[in-house]
Nanobody, 114 residues
Framework: QVQLEESGGGLVQAGGSLRLSCAASRSDFSFNAMGWYRQAPGKQRELVAAITNGGNTNYASSVKGRFTISRDNAKNTVYLQMNSLKPEDTAVYYC????????WGQGTQVTVSS
């Protein structure tokens, strides 16, 4: 079994930046893809960004040009650099990883004040 541990959430003013990190508890797992989802109060969980083990990326249209996803395959760690944050980015952000099954982190709160 493997666990995903997120870090880096917090409170930031609009226009600010945060960097999220997600590390897998085992380095011998090879994830086909890793990524980030978010869920705001009263809304469905949505994909923010994902990256394959080959480096192909996919972004939600709402974050393109502001967020950057990257990963360190050797460390089984995925990062989300979030710039120009907006109040509508406020949500719980969940790390996600995919092999032949999927894994989720516990979530980290990101709050953007106006």
């Amino acid at each position: 079994q493997v666990q995903l541990e997120e870090s880096g959430g917090g409170l930031v003013q609009a226009g600010g930046s945060l960097r999220l990190s997600c590390a897998a508890s085992r380095s011998d797992f090879s994830f086909n893809a890793m990524g980030w989802y978010r869920q705001a109060p009263g809304k469905q969980r949505e994909l923010v960004a994902a990256i394959t083990n080959g480096g192909n990326t996919n972004y939600a249209s709402s974050v393109k040009g502001r967020f950057t996803i990257s990963r360190d395959n050797a460390k089984n760690t995925v990062y989300l650099q979030m710039n120009s944050l907006k109040p509508e980015d406020t949500a719980v952000y969940y790390c996600h990883a995919l092999t032949w099954q999927e894994y989720w982190g516990q979530g980290t709160q990101v709050t953007v004040s106006s």
